[in-house]
Protein backbone atom coordinates (compact mmCIF):
# COMPACT_ATOMS: atom_id res chain seq x y z
CA UNK A 1 0.00 0.00 0.00
CA UNK A 2 1.16 3.21 -0.98
CA UNK A 3 -0.18 4.76 2.33
CA UNK A 4 2.06 2.45 4.35
CA UNK A 5 5.77 3.79 4.25
CA UNK A 6 6.62 3.72 7.42
CA UNK A 7 8.72 6.60 8.89
CA UNK A 8 11.09 7.17 5.59
CA UNK A 9 12.98 3.96 6.12
CA UNK A 10 11.73 3.03 2.85
CA UNK A 11 11.69 -0.80 3.34
CA UNK A 12 10.92 -1.95 -0.09
CA UNK A 13 14.20 -0.81 -1.67
CA UNK A 14 17.65 -1.04 -0.59
CA UNK A 15 21.06 -0.85 -2.33
CA UNK A 16 24.08 -3.00 -1.84
CA UNK A 17 27.28 -3.12 -3.25
CA UNK A 18 29.45 -6.15 -4.66
CA UNK A 19 32.37 -7.09 -6.56
CA UNK A 20 34.40 -10.47 -7.37
CA UNK A 21 33.49 -13.89 -7.08
CA UNK A 22 31.72 -13.89 -10.55
CA UNK A 23 29.95 -10.75 -10.23
CA UNK A 24 29.40 -8.25 -13.21
CA UNK A 25 31.81 -5.41 -13.00
CA UNK A 26 30.32 -1.74 -13.61
CA UNK A 27 26.42 -2.51 -13.95
CA UNK A 28 23.64 -1.25 -11.55
CA UNK A 29 21.08 -3.43 -11.52
CA UNK A 30 17.09 -2.60 -10.40
CA UNK A 31 15.38 0.75 -10.48
CA UNK A 32 13.30 2.47 -8.12
CA UNK A 33 10.56 5.27 -8.73
CA UNK A 34 12.43 8.91 -8.25
CA UNK A 35 11.35 8.71 -4.88
CA UNK A 36 12.84 5.71 -3.81
CA UNK A 37 9.70 3.76 -2.35
CA UNK A 38 8.68 1.45 -5.06
CA UNK A 39 11.09 -0.84 -7.07
CA UNK A 40 10.25 -0.40 -10.89
CA UNK A 41 12.31 -2.67 -12.17
CA UNK A 42 14.20 -5.92 -11.19
CA UNK A 43 13.23 -6.42 -8.06
CA UNK A 44 15.08 -8.89 -5.96
CA UNK A 45 13.54 -10.86 -3.04
CA UNK A 46 16.09 -11.18 -0.06
CA UNK A 47 15.73 -15.39 -0.52
CA UNK A 48 17.29 -14.60 -4.15
CA UNK A 49 20.02 -12.30 -2.61
CA UNK A 50 20.79 -15.01 -0.08
CA UNK A 51 20.96 -17.60 -3.10
CA UNK A 52 22.93 -15.67 -5.22
CA UNK A 53 25.22 -14.70 -2.49
CA UNK A 54 26.06 -18.19 -1.65
CA UNK A 55 26.23 -18.97 -4.95
CA UNK A 56 29.22 -16.47 -5.60
CA UNK A 57 30.67 -17.97 -2.42
CA UNK A 58 30.89 -21.58 -3.67
CA UNK A 59 27.72 -22.97 -1.70
CA UNK A 60 24.72 -25.05 -3.25
CA UNK A 61 22.02 -23.12 -1.47
CA UNK A 62 19.67 -25.90 -2.47
CA UNK A 63 21.68 -28.19 -0.08
CA UNK A 64 22.43 -25.72 2.37
CA UNK A 65 20.13 -26.33 5.21
CA UNK A 66 19.90 -26.00 9.09
CA UNK A 67 17.83 -27.76 11.66
CA UNK A 68 15.03 -25.67 13.60
CA UNK A 69 12.76 -27.27 16.00
CA UNK A 70 12.80 -30.81 14.11
CA UNK A 71 12.41 -29.25 10.87
CA UNK A 72 14.91 -28.71 7.84
CA UNK A 73 14.76 -25.06 7.04
CA UNK A 74 17.16 -23.66 4.10
CA UNK A 75 18.49 -19.93 4.22
CA UNK A 76 16.52 -19.23 0.44
CA UNK A 77 13.15 -21.10 1.65
CA UNK A 78 11.79 -23.10 -1.46
CA UNK A 79 11.67 -19.93 -3.89
CA UNK A 80 15.54 -18.93 -3.89
CA UNK A 81 16.46 -18.21 -7.24
CA UNK A 82 19.61 -16.94 -8.65
CA UNK A 83 19.79 -13.13 -10.02
CA UNK A 84 21.37 -14.33 -13.21
CA UNK A 85 21.42 -10.66 -14.61
CA UNK A 86 24.61 -9.49 -11.99
CA UNK A 87 26.77 -12.89 -12.63
CA UNK A 88 29.08 -13.36 -14.93
Known amino acids: EKDNYGRDHHGR ?4 WMAGGGVKPG ?4 QTDEFCYNVV ?19 DHEKLTYRFQGRDFRL ?9 GILT
Open 27 to 30: ISYG
Open 13 to 16: CYSI
Open 76 to 84: TDIHGELVK
Open 41 to 59: ENPVHIHDLNATVLRCLGV
